[in-house]
């Protein structure tokens, strides 16, 4: 378990490369409404040969922002289509669920607010592509003008403190299993009902401890 101090508070920024700054401001600022917020013209950065770049922010909310590097004379690396996860042309057997697993996922109150996003999404050039209800939430996904995968997610009901229990045995457990010599899912949950069997005493003398303070 860690017992480090949580202090961190959030995400700052997430920061992408674009080779179509005009797209990226019209599908981030134009239709889903996310303002510029700050900017860098970054002239003579960096090591020798490295272009000049401007660095641009997009405030997504709860003080969190989105953020784009354009870097002036660099060409796209394929012709025609948007670039995103480029990186993976050079496998190419790089299958399509792991290029789509790099996402980022911008939460909303409720789903009025996801709806909405969805009509303004449908009425633009990036309409949306899949709307699904995972297990504790719903999200509506789509490509931005870069290729990246953009997710837009509610939450359908709270998270509660025995999911959170159950998540770090869940961690646990694998973390046991992917240093053994076949990791499998099989051999995940094996080990993590080893852990819950391990544990129940000090959860229960934990429990027992608990209701005597409330009883005082």
């Given amino acids: 378990m860690n017992d480090l101090p949580h202090i961190a508070r959030g995400v700052d920024h997430v920061a992408y490369p674009t080779f179509d700054p005009a797209g990226t401001v019209r599908f981030y600022r134009d239709v889903l409404g996310f303002p510029v917020v700050h ?10 040969r490295h272009p000049d770049f401007i660095h641009f922010f997009f405030d997504i909310g709860n003080g969190d922002r989105l953020a784009f590097f354009y870097y002036f004379g660099l060409e796209p690396f394929v012709e025609g289509g948007p670039q995103g996860d480029s990186y993976s042309r050079f496998a190419e057997d790089v299958p399509l669920f792991f290029i789509r697993s ?3 996922a911008i939460h909303v109150d409720g789903e009025d607010e996801l709806m909405e996003y969805r009509r303004r999404l449908d009425g633009s050039e990036w309409p949306v592509e899949m709307q699904i209800q995972h297990e504790t ?8 003008p870069n290729g990246y995968m953009i997710e837009i997610t509610r939450a359908l009901r709270p998270v509660t403190p025995q999911e959170d229990l159950d998540a770090n045995l869940t961690i646990d457990a694998l973390l ?21 069997v391990e544990r129940a005493a000090d959860w229960q003398h934990s429990a027992r401890t608990g209701a005597e303070v409330i009883a005082r």
């Fill in 137 to 144: 939430i719903e999200s509506i996904y789509t490509h931005d």
């Fill in 39 to 48: 900017s860098i013209c970054a002239a003579g950065w960096g090591p020798e």
């Fill in 176 to 196: 046991d299993v992917v240093v053994g010599p076949a990791p499998s899912m099989d051999a995940l949950l094996a080990r993590k009902a080893e852990l819950i």
């Fill in 102 to 104: 790099r996402h980022l």
